[in-house]
C-alpha cells in the first residue's frame, strides 16, 4: 500500500482547517487515517511510527492537533503526550486507541490529552472529532466522557498539598467565573459558548486567561480547581 500524500508544512496551506499529525505503529491503519482525514480536506502534515519518531516530527512541523494511539514502540503514547504538550500547550492531542481500559483512558488525560475515540469509530466521526479537538472541545467516544468527570470529582475529594507562604488566590472576573462553572460541569466550548451567547474563541480565550492566572496546565487540574471551589454544585 502506498503512502498518503502528506503536506509540505512549507508550504501555505488553507488554515481555515487544523493542521494534523497521524502516530500509529501499524503502517495500514495510520495510512488509512490519514487518507481519511486528507480526503476531508484536513490538513495532514505528518505521520510517524513509533514513540521517538512522533516527537521528533511533532516539534518539526507543529501541528495543531496530534492523533495519537497509544501503544507505541521506542515510548508509550502517553509519554509523547506529556513530552509534547508540555513544551506546547498549544498543542490539541486526540487520542485513538483499540483501548477502552478506564485506566488507559484516565492516564491518556492526566497526560494532557483532549479527547478520547475508540478505533471502532467511523471516518466521519473520527474526523468531526478532529476538528473539534482543534478547537479546545473534549471530544470522547460516548460512555467515556462520564468517567472522565468522575475521576476529577473524585481527585477534588483528596485534600490538595498546602504552603504556609502560599499566596492569595488571583482574583478572576465575572465572566472567567462564569465560564469555570460551565467547564466543572462538564460542558463544551461550544455548548458554553451557546448558553453565554457568546463565540467560541471568546470562550477559549477565557479558559486560556483562566489557566494562566490560575498558574494550571491543563483541562484536567482546571476542573479539579473548579470543583475544589464549589463551582459545579453553584
Not at 501555505?12 to 476531508?40: G, N, T
Amino acid at each position: 500500500m502506498s503512502e498518503p500524500e502528506v503536506n509540505d508544512p512549507q508550504q501555505p496551506q488553507d488554515r481555515s482547517e487544523p493542521r494534523v499529525m497521524v502516530v500509529d505503529d501499524h503502517p495500514m491503519w495510520r495510512d488509512a487515517v490519514a487518507r481519511d482525514l486528507a480526503a476531508a480536506g484536513l490538513d495532514v502534515v505528518a505521520t510517524a511510527g513509533d514513540g521517538p519518531e512522533a516527537v521528533r516530527r511533532a516539534r518539526a512541523v507543529n501541528p495543531d492537533v496530534l492523533v495519537l494511539d497509544l501503544n507505541l514502540p521506542g515510548m508509550p503514547g502517553v509519554q509523547v503526550c506529556k513530552e509534547l504538550v508540555g513544551a506546547n500547550p498549544a498543542l490539541r492531542v486526540l487520542v485513538l486507541s483499540a483501548s477502552g481500559e478506564h485506566a488507559d483512558v484516565l492516564e491518556a488525560v492526566k497526560s494532557g490529552a483532549t479527547g478520547y475515540l475508540l478505533k471502532s469509530a467511523g471516518a466521519e466521526e473520527l474526523i468531526d472529532a478532529v476538528r473539534r479537538t482543534a478547537v479546545g472541545d473534549p471530544v470522547f467516544t460516548p460512555g467515556l466522557a462520564g468517567l472522565v468527570l468522575g475521576e476529577y470529582r473524585r481527585l477534588a475529594t483528596d485534600p490538595a498539598p498546602t504552603a504556609s507562604d502560599e499566596p492569595k488566590a488571583p482574583q478572576l472576573t465575572d465572566r472567567e467565573t462564569e465560564v469555570l462553572r460551565l467547564v466543572a460541569k462538564g460542558l463544551s466550548y461550544k455548548q458554553i459558548a451557546e448558553r453565554l451567547v457568546i463565540s467560541h474563541r471568546t470562550v477559549q480565550n477565557h479558559v486560556q486567561n483562566t489557566l494562566g492566572k490560575l498558574q494550571l496546565h491543563n483541562r484536567v487540574e482546571l476542573v479539579r480547581y473548579a470543583i475544589e471551589a464549589g463551582l459545579d454544585d453553584a
